[in-house]
């Protein structure tokens, strides 16, 4: 009898430990939904430099601006990341608007060029094809998941074809091999279902199925691993791809594209007494330019100038690391990049080539959000790129590859930075893309009615919400923006490195479009599910 009871206290306490560590963290989810609620602000002006900025290829660029801002432009995008670049780039490669030299692009970026998520991120051009699309499949059905898939894995050969075309050598664009490694048996069980109910969908995708002891023995892991998935992804040094954009852009068109770095836009207002034709005041630190487009490339600050968008997107601190291997890990020259799976959560690695010196190229790992305190829902609403990092998270991504290698590991292993970035999440888990509808912007131009799409003269616009993989989202979504702002999105356009021929709804997933009834059902409240 005092053996059951004692069984039965200990099953009781459990109980009450789990339901107060529920209720502990729907405390927290729901100060992290009073904190979406509330203006992300701009972007620090202090923020940590991370190792991807530590040496900019091009100097000239970093602080860019011009000795006076421009009174009018045609077009202002803001944010100087991989959305904004792509945006630019793609609105100046369409006729006419490219070749009217009328035409004015300015972007404005409130730090230094390009020092947002892209600059901060892994470089991971991965998508993991048979859990997305098990997820897309429960919200939009098969044929729409493999849409949604197709477009997330078209990114990898974009990438490389632009870097190619344009000879950006320096971003270190390459194919590799991408292995997940499974913690988890159930994990992975669940895993190797959904890869074979994909392969029904998805046959051209071709992932190799590895269990324990071939893992242990083709990707020197220890028994740690249960079982591994090895596919095709890339890498890239995000920075600086998006860098050279910027410099080629400007050699090409310097009349009619602008770099204003260090000046934040403070706000945006319907002008009555600006130049006809220019109804958008975009008010910056520096003074107003009007403009007869705005185009909101600012991924997690975007609610900052669009308060329609407070409860849809949300800011979350993610960390990032560079690591340098043990003298035993295997060498691979760069081609081989890893996703550690456990639990829900995953930890995303790269490995830069060797050095020129032949040592091996810097580990670039980021993840544990789920390892903080909350379990991820304490950074969740957090904007401060240049603040504290979380102790827990740090422990787990700088100790998770020894764990996972040794004795494959060796001496000489050491962690040499870490730094935050802020990354977005939207209700649905989906970047919104396209045209701002007013009742969400509170600007309504005159003759713009609400939820229109019937004029080109004006308008806002946004790409942002890439939920962590801003790689496999940003580029063609940018791509799309600014075929649409051009109105060119119906017409059959060539196939060119970096953009798909044909129309734009032959490539670009209908899910992704900013419909004013698609942003009133993605509330941030739906990511309970997620987190």
């Known amino acids: 009898m005092g053996a059951l009871l004692s069984s039965l206290r200990a099953t009781y306490q459990s109980i009450v430990s789990a339901l107060a560590l529920l209720q502990d963290l729907s405390t927290e989810f729901n100060r992290a939904l009073h904190r979406a609620s509330e203006s992300p602000g701009v972007p620090t002006p202090n923020s940590e430099v991370p190792y991807w900025l530590s040496s900019p290829p091009f100097p000239e660029l970093v602080n860019a601006s011009s000795p006076s801002l421009c009174e009018v432009a045609d077009v202002a995008i803001i944010g100087s990341g991989i959305a904004g670049a792509a945006i630019a780039r793609s609105l100046l490669h369409i006729e006419p608007f490219g070749t009217g030299a009328a035409n004015k692009v300015v972007v404005f970026e409130a730090r230094q060029l390009c020092s947002g998520a892209t600059g901060r991120n892994g470089g991971h051009i991965k998508v993991a094809p048979y859990e997305v699309f098990a997820r897309y499949s429960n919200a939009y059905g098969k044929e729409r998941a493999v849409a949604l898939v197709r ?134 630190s520096r ?80 993840g544990g959000f789920m ?74 131009v005159q003759g713009l009615e609400e939820g229109a799409n019937d004029t080109n003269s004006y308008g806002e616009w946004i790409a942002a919400g890439w939920s962590g993989e801003g790689m496999v989202w940003a580029w063609l979504a940018g791509t799309a923006l600014g075929i649409m702002i051009a109105g060119k999105e119906s017409e059959e356009l060539a196939e060119v490195a970096g953009r798909p021929g044909g129309t734009l709804d032959s490539w670009l997933p209908k899910e992704l479009l900013a419909s004013a009834k698609r942003l009133r059902s993605a509330d941030i409240s739906r990511l309970a599910s997620q987190l």
Not at 171 to 188: K, M, Q, S, Y
Not at 297 to 321: C, E, Q, W
Not at 390 to 417: N, R
């Open 151 to 284: 477009f997330q894995l078209r990114h990898l050969q974009a990438l490389i074809d632009v870097c190619r075309h344009e000879k950006i050598d320096i971003a270190e664009a390459r194919e590799v091999e991408t292995v997940d490694l499974f913690l988890d048996g159930g994990a992975f069980d669940k895993a190797i279902d959904d890869v074979k109910e994909m392969k029904k969908w998805l046959p051209e995708v071709e992932i190799n199925i590895w269990d324990k002891d071939q893992a242990q023995q083709k990707f020197g892991v220890n028994s740690s691993v249960v079982g591994v998935l090895s596919y095709q992804a890339g890498a890239i040094w995000a920075y600086r791809f998006v860098a050279s954009i910027w410099d080629g852009l400007l050699k090409r068109f310097p009349s009619q594209l602008s770099i204003e770095t260090n000046t934040p836009v403070e706000s945006i207002s319907l002008s009555k007494s600006g130049p006809i034709g220019f109804p958008y005041a975009v008010r910056t």
């Open 287 to 366: 003074g107003i330019v009007y403009t007869r487009h705005v185009v909101h490339a600012t991924n997690a600050f975007a609610s900052y100038l669009v308060p329609g968008l407070r409860d849809k997107i949300v800011g979350a601190k993610a960390h990032m690391s560079s690591q340098r291997p043990g003298q035993q890990f295997p060498d691979l020259a760069g081609a081989r990049s890893w996703s550690v799976v456990c639990g829900g959560a995953f930890d995303y690695v790269t490995q830069r080539p060797p050095s020129s010196g032949g040592a091996q190229g810097d580990l670039m790992i980021g």
């Open 371 to 444: 390892r903080s305190l909350k379990q991820g829902i304490d950074q969740v609403g957090l904007y401060d790129d240049g603040g504290s990092l979380d102790a827990l998270t740090v422990a787990h991504i700088a100790g998770i590859f020894p764990s996972i290698f040794s004795p494959k590991w060796g001496e000489g292993a050491s962690l040499k930075q870490v730094w935050p970035g802020i990354i977005a999440l939207t209700g649905d888990s989906l970047p919104f893309v396209g045209r701002l509808d007013t009742r969400f912007t509170g600007r309504k």
